[in-house]
């Protein structure tokens, strides 16, 4: 690494997967990167969220929030059982503490300015795919109520869609992050490095990579099984094919 640059990993989507959580931790420490961004969705649809939240919340410098954070801690007991499961595995101060994370966080770099956020510009709750239009692009460097006030970002990371990708158009590079947890591009763990001068306001060196992760798929499964989670079937789908559990359905 050149001197003068700092290397910050951006994950997200960890989904209560401790297992996938460990071990792109145990590839950003190998790398000795000591930054940690992450993007949301820490718990639900996976089995351990509480150990999950609580590791999170050792390691990163920033946690913001995603749409299960958003929901989650608001899910009430006429719910559906799986949402009803996922809440209690959680402890009330962890409920509370999802429930207030920040929707959006910006940093300079190299003399671009980086946003980030879980899903979009205009919500938690708004998906924006890989394939998407040019307004949905346009949009995702918006400055909104969710983003707040400040200079319109030059580069945009996100995660929610668990599809790593990045796009540069007209000047402004658009990025996911994919998942941790719960991988709907291909079954292995992903997260991004941003790698230039912190603080920086003069145009230096920028660097965006995409790291892929392999961790033991079938321990993470075995757990699940062993705690009696709900839905268990759509998670083995997900985390053995890649493939989104609404896919699936629609397939059959």
């Known amino acids: 690494m050149a001197a003068g640059l700092e290397r910050i990993a951006v994950i997200s989507d960890v989904h209560g997967n401790l297992g996938a959580l460990e071990a792109v931790l145990a590839d950003i420490a190998a790398r000795g990167i000591e930054r940690v961004i992450n993007l949301g969705d820490d718990a639900g649809k996976g089995p351990r969220g509480r150990a999950v939240v609580d590791r999170l919340r050792e390691v990163c410098d920033v946690d913001v929030r995603g749409n299960w954070d958003d929901f989650l801690p608001a899910i009430g007991a006429g719910d559906p059982e799986e949402m009803v499961w996922w809440r209690d595995e959680l402890r009330a101060d962890q409920r509370a503490w999802l429930g ?26 708004t998906k924006v795919h890989f394939h998407h239009t040019p307004e949905e692009f346009a949009g995702m460097f918006a400055t909104t109520e969710l983003t707040g006030p400040g200079p319109e ?12 990708y990045v796009e540069t158009y007209r000047g402004r590079t658009l990025f996911n992050t994919g998942s941790v947890g719960n991988a709907l591009d291909e079954p292995t763990a992903s997260y991004a490095i941003l790698e230039g001068v912190l603080d920086g306001a ?51």
């Not at 300015?113 to 938690?124: I, K, T």
């Not at 970002?153 to 790593?164: F, K, Q």
């Open 100 to 125: 207030a994370k920040p929707l959006s966080h910006d940093l300079l770099l190299s003399g671009r300015r980086v946003r980030l956020f879980h899903a979009s510009a205009a919500s938690v709750h």
């Open 202 to 252: 003069e145009p230096a060196a920028f660097g965006l990579q995409h790291v892929r992760v392999p961790y033991d798929v079938e321990a993470e499964l075995a757990v699940a099984r062993e705690l009696g989670m709900p839905r268990y079937a759509e998670w083995e789908q997900e985390l053995r094919t890649a493939v989104y559990r609404g896919q699936m359905v629609a397939s059959s």
């Open 153 to 164: 970002p030059t580069v945009v990371g996100y995660g929610d869609v668990h599809d790593a």
